[in-house]
């Protein structure tokens, strides 16, 4: 399970996607991937899940299959978010 923040990196909102990426990592010991959503990877990625608000919090399988998402503020719990990374 891979959890993915898709942002744009300058906003009003990448310093609190980022703060909650590294407090994610050091308080449950999970990664986030930050993705742009100025590259191509990002752009891609918003349009195979439909994301339309930003920024986004997604759980996708090793398999590419979407099994959550959130999108827009405010951010979900860190609690919500970790309990996709022990499935």
Do not use: C, N
């Not at 310093?15 to 999970?30: C, H, I, K």
Request: proline share 3%.
């Amino acid at each position: 399970m891979r959890i993915i923040a898709l942002y744009h990196f300058e906003s009003d909102t990448a310093r609190l996607v980022e703060d909650f990426a590294a407090d994610f990592e050091r308080s449950r010991g999970g990664s986030i991937e930050l993705v742009s959503l100025e590259s191509k990877e990002g752009a891609d990625m918003a349009r195979l899940y439909d994301i339309v608000r930003y920024p986004a919090l997604l759980a996708v399988r090793d398999d590419g299959q979407l099994s959550a998402q959130w999108q827009g503020d405010p951010l979900p719990l860190m609690d919500e978010v970790a309990g996709y990374l022990v499935r």
